[in-house]
């Protein structure tokens, strides 16, 4: 929208009356801006889901290997006095070297066993070369593909060399033996661990680099060459898989402080909490907390594993905050492979990280391969010192005293950290830092509400947050929660569910895998949960069942089916809609949930969401009703009888208002074709060969000259805009990419109909439909021949077959089709081609090669169609082509109807199945069907086998997808409407404020009077005839419709803003077009004179305009060009539009439940051609083709609603005009130009006044009181509400006097004094008051 210059310098607006005049702006409701016209009817992209550990591992032996040789110091390293001397917290020197030796072997492994307790241990104490083999390969044989760990203390013997050797003995322990770490690589093979706790450690992590890497070029060189030597060998394993951890740098020795242990790195990553103690007391800010000795440390009451206790609260805050440490440190890959694959891999590493702290204040830096970024600063260590110090600060009166030990604050506390981060942020910042912390605690009974609570709202952001949370660990959790009966969680879980499931659906099978489908069961069957929690268990139990066998059986059991019927009728739409979803799901592919729902009747109390108000739930009933007539188990006639019945209940929903209830109708019926395959071939046979043999004008062709414009075939006409939904359409274009056997096609350029030979199809220019297999794009049965025979099928007493004739249901859902083939909408329409046209494709081919074969019997098969000559079609080839191979074993199933040699002259007579009354002779043609002659059938050698079943599992909508992405975004969220500083609250805003303006200064203007209406302020050429001519009521820009595309003006700047096709068929022409929502954005309807009514958005704006919606407003509608085609009313107050015109009724049309709420009879045999109405009496004028007015209530039924008749004027009605006043009248005009006043309550005129004869079209402008009238006789004349002329318009200013064409439409702005004037001259010019005047 582009400000009006003018307008922005206007003088200052009283305030109140502008705030005032806001008010109603903000009240009025919008048409068409829901989600399901904005967006595109699809699920989300799916994220790739990174979480599942593809592969999780244990590890199941452990090597121990110890080089203490207690007693006897390497030569290598000169040691302190006194020095570090502990060895997993023995003091070697205490005892004998042999005890010493076992002992702390003993402890070492009781050390791993609490981390990992169900491995095989084994030591090996002070080895020799070849017990280190035969303890690895053992270890390896038994381990399999398993992870094995070794762990090296090398502290009583030299350092490792360069050469990548680690020491061991001798036998008498005389030597010190070299093992080389590439034989220690062959021996342990791969996956592994290695963990090296001896002095200058980081030289093995560098030589073990260099080995693998020599492995793998051996490998390479081998996978080349088979003959090379290296060949010959066993392959060595690949080293990819291995983990190390070094206690130091290459150039590093181990720290000797003898207030530490000597295996540092060794109690770090087994006894974490007992060093980190040690090390926090052994600190200066230690003195901080009295009473406080290394000796009380020891006295720590608890156990590590239990959570109550001192201890082991201290061990799981720990793990938390290692476990975060790393989660916000290292890549997310590699966070998963290091602490979420392997139990005890997690448990070293989150131990690492304290060795990494505590060894980096000794000059140790600690390594691991592969590498992690360093994490000794981060600054959750300093809630770890934070927390170890509350706890120390009670020991003393804990153990002197005996008093009760106060939980950590440490839990509660980043929950308060994690809530801040939740309220405070924007959108797009680093994720919080706290979530690995919330998993902790979801077991924990004293936090896991308010962590579910929290978690909840974290997954609420979206997708990524969903993502994140599953990537850290949450699933197992929440899946083992689903375990609690505790009722206040029911609600988080179901949320937090839901969020997960509409993420990754694979969740499904963990679920029942788990037996968790039956707490969803039981939320859903609970009728005192809140609906929007039902909502979620049955979207959640939606996800399980959905293509997913082991899922619906388990539901099936779970009493889903009779769950979900009686939740059909909840007055929540949501929970209306995933029920029906639900069940449709549940019985998609799956008999005996079928069944079931048969035995429940669920379809019948499926049939009253047909008629719901909510355009979604009638979708999800029909998807339902769809699934459950498309099982492809064995029919009996009992379920034949129950698919007739849903078929014929689906079928009313043929002019539904929503496309996207008609869409999942095309593909419900779809369904039930693709069952009863062999009926509907016969049926499209008939319809085919009738199709072929009547020829009846169009009503189109003996259309009057006036009306009927060269829009497209004059080069001048600058090209159309594409427009974006109508990429596919039949747009009225050359026929393109027509198929090999069209090449011998003449195209005729009238446009009219053209005898071809029999073998070929004629096609007019406009055509753009071709012919041949459905897997190119390329039609059987084109758009235009469906569109005849639906248009003649639905006039002739056709109807006359609904009867008990086996055959009626599938003529009757094939003529559904046909009408929604020719839907107005493009979605609509392509996905009923599809199917038409699929089983066309099959007809043909299965009846064509038959015919040919029987050449010679031809009393047995149909005849080819005879044609004028008499001659049958398969004598135009020579020699008749062999039937082709594939076509389906169907032939034998399509009953032939009996043949009658008849002469040509009189239509051939085929009775169908039930042997009912012919039809065939009521349905005129205008041109021959395409009928695949056999010369093509056997040039073109199009296989059918390909495509014999592309409609069955191709066809689908985006419905149930697009639903559940509403459970991935936000909930919680203020939509951004409502959010006072969001973007499109500003620009609403400003729309509001310039809408108020242009009313007040409008106002100011037409209060003062206007006496002239002559100063022409626009001219220019309009790209085709106007027919209809609309100003938006607030922006400069105005609308002009020709025959069947849209212009739009700039009327200030006089520039065209855009130029697009509105996709009617060539035969109708848009007769009316009204601004919805103008005071905000805009929308614009336009409607066509075959009852269609299309919406579209994105015009006049830069971008490509696009159809919102578009629906068939009237049907029975017969496209004439003498009548008044389709007039419209819209009321944005109550969202209603009125509909009328060649019919005999008012429809009106409610846009927010897109469904026809009232027929109101008009009570005339006459057209309506024109309409009015004023929503605050519910009052509705409208003026008609033989002079009368009548005036309706709406409030009342349908036989009394008409409360008032006006005969007064002798001919045709043009106008009709309602003032909206509460005391307004009635303001109508007829073709002889006479004007006349009514007061709705009194029987006769109360004035009128006479203005000139011949009267083509008229307006009354609502503000102004004045009247323009345009004629046949190439002038305009302008009056004032006393019957005044003010104005005579003839001549056209600056071109040199030119005459004014014949006056095609006019229309008022309805707020400044502008008149519109269209000519049949092409010419669009706009009129105003004086220059001084505005």
Not at 147 to 156: D, E, Q
Not at 226 to 255: F, V, W
Not at 450 to 478: C, E, H, K, N, Q
Not at 908 to 915: A, F, H
Request: glycine share 6%; aromatic share 8%; with cysteine.
């Amino acid at each position: 929208m582009k400000m009006d210059s003018d307008l922005l310098h206007s003088p200052a607006v009283g305030l109140a009356e502008e705030e005032e005049a806001d008010m109603n702006d903000w009240k009025l409701p919008l048409a068409f801006m829901k989600k399901r016209h904005s967006e595109k009817i699809e699920g989300s992209k799916a994220l790739a889901q990174s979480w599942r550990m593809k592969d999780r591992m244990k590890t199941v032996s452990v090597a121990l290997v110890l080089c203490l040789n207690v007693g006897v110091d390497p030569p290598d390293v000169v040691k302190t006095s006194p020095c570090a001397r502990l060895e997993c917290w023995i003091d070697p020197l205490s005892m004998s070297p042999q005890k010493a030796l076992e002992t702390i072997g003993a402890n070492l492994q009781k050390q791993y066993e609490n981390w990992q307790p169900r491995a095989r241990y084994k030591q090996s104490l002070d080895p020799t070369v070849d017990e280190v083999k035969k303890l690895c390969t053992s270890l390896r044989r038994n381990a399999k593909e398993e992870r094995v760990l070794f762990h090296y203390n090398g502290h009583g013997v030299p350092r490792p060399t360069v050469n990548g050797e680690i020491w061991v003995f001798n036998k008498n322990y005389t030597q010190y033996i070299p093992l080389s770490i590439y034989d220690l690589q062959t021996w342990m093979g791969s996956p592994s661990i290695f963990v090296y706790d001896c002095s200058n450690a980081g030289i093995i992590v560098k030589s073990f680099k260099q080995f693998a890497l020599q492995r793998e070029q051996e490998l390479e060189v081998a996978a080349i060459n088979p003959s090379h030597p290296l060949a010959q060998m066993p392959l060595p394993p690949s080293m990819k898989n291995c983990i190390q951890l070094a206690a130091c740098e290459a150039s590093e020795l181990l720290p000797m402080n003898p207030d530490l242990p000597a295996d540092l790195f060794t109690s770090c990553l087994t006894t974490p909490i007992k060093i980190a103690l040690r090390w926090f007391c052994m600190q200066k800010s230690a003195k901080l907390v009295p009473g406080v000795t290394l000796d009380l440390i020891e006295k720590i009451p608890g156990r590590l594993n239990d959570r109550r206790t001192p201890l082991g609260e201290l061990n799981w805050i720990f793990t938390a905050i290692t476990d975060t440490i790393a989660w916000n440190v290292l890549p997310r890959d590699l966070f998963q492979k290091l602490f979420r694959q392997d139990l005890l891999v997690a448990s070293l590493f989150r131990n690492f990280l304290l060795a990494e702290r505590i060894m980096r204040s000794y000059n140790c830096t600690p390594v691991s391969s592969p590498r992690l970024p360093p994490t000794y600063m981060h600054a959750m260590w300093q809630a770890w010192d934070l927390a170890v110090d509350i706890c120390l600060s009670q020991l003393p009166t804990i153990i002197e005293e005996g008093t009760a030990f106060r939980h950590s604050p440490f839990f509660a506390e980043q929950l308060t950290a994690f809530q801040v981060w939740l309220t405070m942020g924007v959108e797009n910042r680093n994720p919080p830092e706290q979530l690995p912390i919330v998993l902790q605690v979801l077991l924990s009974q004293v936090h896991r509400l308010r962590a579910l609570d929290l978690l909840g709202r974290f997954l609420d952001l979206g997708p990524w947050a969903v993502s994140l949370a599953l990537s850290v660990g949450i699933f197992p959790y929440v899946l083992k929660l689903l375990q609690s009966s505790a009722r206040e969680l029911r609600p988080l879980l179901v949320f937090i569910w839901a969020k997960i499931l509409a993420v990754d659906s694979s969740c499904q099978a963990d679920l029942v895998k788990d037996n968790g489908h039956k707490y969803f069961l039981s939320v859903l069957a609970d009728s005192y949960m809140p609906a929007e929690h039902r909502t979620m268990a049955v979207f959640i139990l939606a996800v399980i069942v959905n293509s997913y066998n082991t899922g619906q059986e388990a539901c099936l059991q779970g009493n889903l089916i009779a769950n979900c019927l009686e939740q059909l009728s909840d007055p929540h739409p949501l929970l209306r809609q995933w029920v029906a979803i639900c069940l449709g799901r549940i019985w998609q592919n799956f008999d005996p949930a079928r069944w079931c729902g048969v035995r429940d009747s669920a379809h019948e109390k499926l049939y009253t969401l047909l008629s719901d108000p909510i355009p979604e739930v009638r979708c999800a009933a029909v998807f339902a009703l769809g699934t459950f007539v498309g099982n492809s188990a064995e029919r009996t006639d009992h379920s034949t009888t129950i698919d007739h019945n849903v078929a014929m209940m689906l079928a009313q929903l043929i002019n539904d208002g929503s496309p996207v209830v008609r869409k999942e109708l095309v593909v419900a019926l779809s369904h039930l074709v693709v069952q009863y395959e062999s009926n509907f071939c016969t049926v499209a046979l008939q319809f085919i060969e009738e199709e072929k043999n009547y020829t009846v004008p169009s009503p189109a062709n003996t259309a009057e000259p006036g009306n009927l414009t060269p829009v497209r075939d004059s080069p001048a006409i600058p090209r159309l805009r594409s427009v974006n939904s109508y990429t596919n359409i039949r747009a009225a274009t050359t026929a393109r990419n027509l198929n090999k056997s069209l090449q011998n096609l003449n195209l005729n350029e009238e446009g009219g109909p053209a005898a071809f030979s029999p073998g070929n199809l004629s096609t007019s220019s406009s055509a753009s439909s071709t012919l041949g297999s459905p897997d190119n794009d390329e039609y059987i049965l084109s758009f235009e021949t469906i569109d005849k025979m639906r248009r003649v099928s639905s006039y002739s007493s056709l109807n006359s077959l609904i009867g008990v004739s086996f055959n009626s249901v599938y003529t009757q859902i094939w003529r559904v089709l046909l009408h929604l083939a020719a839907d107005p909408f493009p979605e609509v329409s392509d996905l009923a081609m599809k199917v038409l046209n699929s089983i066309a494709y099959k007809a043909t081919m299965n009846a064509r090669p038959q015919r040919i074969l029987d050449s010679g019997s031809l009393t047995q098969s149909a005849p080819a169609s005879p044609t004028s000559k008499g001659t049958h079609i398969h004598q135009a080839s020579g020699s008749p082509p062999m039937p082709s191979t594939s076509s389906s074993s169907l032939t034998n199933e399509v009953p032939k109807p009996p043949a009658r040699e008849q002469p040509a002259t009189r239509p051939p007579y085929t009775p169908t199945l039930g042997g009912q009354a012919p039809h065939s002779h009521q349905f005129p043609r205008t041109r021959k069907m395409f009928d695949k002659g056999p010369e093509q059938a056997a040039e073109d050698g199009d296989e059918p086998g390909g495509h014999r079943n592309y409609i069955s599992a191709a066809l689908q909508t985006g419905l149930c997808d697009w639903s559940a992405k509403y459970f991935a975004q936000p909930v919680m969220k203020i939509p951004e409407e409502h959010d006072l500083e969001s973007q499109v609250r500003m620009e609403r805003q400003w729309r509001f404020l310039r809408n108020t303006r242009v009313r007040k200064q409008s106002r100011i203007i037409t209060q003062r009077g206007v006496s002239r209406l002559d100063d022409q302020i626009f001219i220019n050429r309009n790209p085709g005839v106007p027919s209809v001519v609309k100003f938006h009521p607030f922006n400069t820009c105005i609308a002009v419709a020709d025959k069947d595309s849209i212009c739009f003006w700039d009327w200030e700047k006089g520039e065209r803003l855009d130029y697009f096709y509105n996709g009617n068929p060539r035969y109708t022409r848009i007769t009316a077009m009204e601004y919805l929502n103008g005071h905000d954005c805009s929308l614009l309807l336009t409607a066509t004179d075959d009852g269609a009514l299309r919406i579209w958005k994105n015009f006049a704006d830069q971008k490509n305009p696009e159809m919102v919606t578009a629906w068939q407003g009237l049907s029975d509608m017969l496209p004439t060009t003498r009548g008044a085609g389709m007039v419209v009313d819209w009321e944005q107050e109550t969202g209603l539009l009125m509909t009328s015109g060649d019919v005999r009724v008012i429809r009106i049309w409610d846009t927010d439940r897109e469904m026809k709420v009232q027929d109101i009879p008009t009570g005339a045999d006459s057209c309506v051609t024109s309409l009015s109405c004023d929503s605050k009496r519910s009052l509705i004028v409208a003026g008609l083709g033989d002079g009368s007015v009548r005036v309706f209530d709406r409030r009342m039924g349908p036989n009394e609603c008409r409360v008032m008749t006006y005969r007064e004027h002798g001919a045709w009605v043009v106008k009709a005009h309602i003032q909206k006043e509460t005391d307004g009248q009635v303001i109508s005009v007829s073709v002889n130009g006479d004007v006349r006043f009514f007061e709705p309550r009194t029987p006769d005129s109360i004035n009128m006044l006479q203005t000139v004869k011949g009267l083509t079209a008229l307006d009354i402008h609502p503000q102004a009181n004045l009247f323009a009238c345009g004629s046949m006789n190439q002038f305009i004349a302008v009056y004032n509400a006393n019957g005044d002329v003010i104005s005579n318009i003839k001549y056209y200013d600056g071109f040199m006097g030119q005459r004014i064409g014949a006056i095609s439409c006019l229309a008022f702005h309805p707020n400044w004094p502008h008149l519109a004037v269209g000519s049949n001259d092409y010419y669009m010019s706009i009129y105003s008051a004086e220059k001084r005047l505005r």
